[in-house]
């Protein structure tokens, strides 16, 4: 079992920046691939960016590529996400999610374990 703990969301004003966290619990983090997705209200959870299980390749959605950068920090057993130029349609609970497996996910299903969520707003 994987328990995933995301931090560091808030409120920013348009073309600032974040940095999430993800804090995993599992022993053999680097078994696992991991991704960020987000949710805005009234939507379905979608798809932000992806890092496989050695952090050797990363995935991003057309709408944060050049903004959003994933990575990982095996021995914190830590996700990132750094965000930048953020806009107000980034506005969304953010997730962490991990899949066993060397290589990443980029739907919901894919995913094994999901963290709670972090809120993220943007305003204008």
């Known amino acids: 079992q994987v328990h995933l703990v995301e931090s560091g969301g808030g409120l920013v004003q348009a073309g600032g920046s974040l940095r999430l966290s993800c804090a995993a619990s599992?022993?053999?983090?680097?078994?696992?691939?991991m991704g960020w997705f987000r949710q805005a209200p009234g939507k379905e959870r979608e798809f932000v960016g992806a890092?496989?299980?050695?952090?050797?390749?990363?995935y991003y959605a057309d709408s944060v590529k050049g903004r959003f950068t994933i990575s990982r920090a095996s021995a914190k057993v830590t996700l990132y996400l750094q965000m930048n130029s953020l806009r107000p349609e980034d506005t969304a609970v953010y997730y962490c999610?991990?899949?066993?497996?060397?290589?990443?996910?980029?739907?919901?299903?894919?995913?094994?374990?999901w963290g709670k969520g972090t809120l993220v707003t943007v305003s204008s």
């Open positions: 890092i496989s299980w050695n952090g050797g390749t990363t």
């Open positions: 599992a022993r053999t983090f680097s078994n696992y691939a």
């Open positions: 999610a991990a899949k066993y497996s060397p290589s990443p996910g980029y739907a919901a299903g894919d995913m094994d374990h």
